[in-house]
């Protein structure tokens, strides 16, 4: 008697899916952007290290009160999407829709402080000539990139949750955007207390 393997899945028997496609694919783009900040970090701590002087001279403290407050603005922003995906697993469509917007709402605001805290470091620090002032220009140029990215992305992911797109069982397009948002606050958390309080 021979055994035969079928390659059907049993309906009887539905698989444990884990984690969707689109959220490992996502995973996996996020493991390629580590290693590109990895990078970045590393030219940081060397040119860091290595720099006879850092700040350029009367340069005023970068940490002061719009700093700080740009910086927990958007970690609450990670906060309101952890809420987000909260409320689409509970099938809280009002809430989703609301925290989204808070999220959208606080990454506009970010991108628009970090505009003007741009401008305001560019008439402290020049461009060229100074390592400081170029690593900080390169570096929040990235971060603010990818946050203009995710506020693209939020904005369709805020449409099809207004449009009823989302539920419990169809949550994909929340959790691989989040997967997304948590990375680009943890690299601004890091960026933050690199450049401006270092």
């Not at 952007?33 to 860091?48: D, K, N, T, W």
Request: net charge positive; charged share 10%.
């Amino acid at each position: 008697m021979q055994a035969s393997i079928s390659l059907r899945e049993d309906p009887t028997h539905p698989r444990d899916s884990g984690i969707s496609n689109e959220a490992f694919g996502m995973l996996l783009f996020l493991v390629a952007e580590c290693m590109f900040f990895a990078g970045l970090v590393s030219a940081y701590i060397v040119l860091r290290t290595g720099a006879a002087q850092w700040l350029p001279q009367g340069l005023p403290p970068l940490a002061r009160g719009l700093s700080i407050s740009n910086t927990l603005l958007l970690s609450l922003s990670g906060l309101s999407t952890i809420l987000a995906q909260r409320a689409v697993a509970r099938n809280d469509r009002q809430a989703l829709q609301q925290f989204l917007a808070i999220t959208l709402l606080a990454a506009i605001t970010f991108v628009g402080i970090q505009a003007y805290e741009f401008d305001r470091l560019r008439t402290l620090v020049p461009t060229s000539g100074n390592i400081f002032g170029s690593v900080s220009y390169w570096y929040t140029g990235f971060h603010v990139a990818h946050v203009l990215v995710g506020v693209g992305w939020l904005a369709r992911v805020f449409r099809n949750a207004v449009r009823g797109g989302y539920s419990r069982e169809r949550s994909t397009g929340v959790t691989v955007f989040a997967l997304y948002w948590y990375f680009v606050v943890l690299v601004w958390v890091f960026l933050f207390f690199a450049l401006y309080v270092w």
